[in-house]
């Protein structure tokens, strides 16, 4: 019998890799997810960051034009400017403590309840495909489809190596180079 871990993420099996969110469904999430689900999505997005950092970002890393922060897996110091989209939705978030994401109580959110409060909305569109963490391949991938060089989405996700950016933004890179080399040869 198999033990029951209840605290463990769940597992991707080895046959479904990992995906950046198709912008068809980064629009649904938009349109239908409101107040934490958005704030979780967008913090997300607009940062690049893994889950676990997005958790434990704090309002006093903020400085108004981004946030500061170091990542737990990596131990890098990054600054972050905030898009549009992540300035907007963080003016509108209450501060009920000292983390941005936070539950009612004002302490931090856990892992397991932001990936049930995103859960429901990716339901709701269709998208249970695709988890939380994909939406770091989404920030990758979007950055390279704007043809960004891997030292500049490195500087953004604090991938320690040009090899993680190429398995983040391979696809859509070769998107971007190919619609560019056809366009050159008019």
Do not use: N
């Amino acid at each position: 019998p198999q033990s029951c871990r209840p605290c463990a993420r769940p597992s991707r099996p080895p046959s479904q890799p990992r995906q950046p969110w198709p912008i068809d469904l980064v629009k649904a999430y938009r349109e239908v997810a409101t107040g934490r689900a958005l704030l979780i999505f967008e913090l997300c997005v607009g940062t690049g960051q893994r889950i676990g950092d997005v958790l434990k970002m704090q309002w006093g890393q903020l400085d108004g034009d981004g946030i500061s922060l170091r990542q737990g897996k990596t131990g890098r110091e990054l600054y972050i400017p905030l898009t549009g989209r992540l300035r907007r939705v963080l003016d509108q978030t209450p501060r009920k403590g000292l983390s941005i994401v936070a539950g009612k109580d004002g302490r931090p959110l856990s892992y397991r309840a932001a990936a049930d409060c995103v859960m429901k909305t990716r339901k709701q569109i269709g998208a249970e495909g695709y988890d939380i963490h994909s939406l770091r391949y989404t920030t990758a991938a979007e950055l390279a489809a704007l043809g960004l060089s891997d030292e500049v989405i490195m500087s953004l996700t604090g991938h320690a190596t040009i090899a993680m950016v190429a398995r983040y933004a391979g696809p859509a890179r070769q998107r971007h180079r190919a619609i560019e080399a056809q366009g050159r040869r008019g």
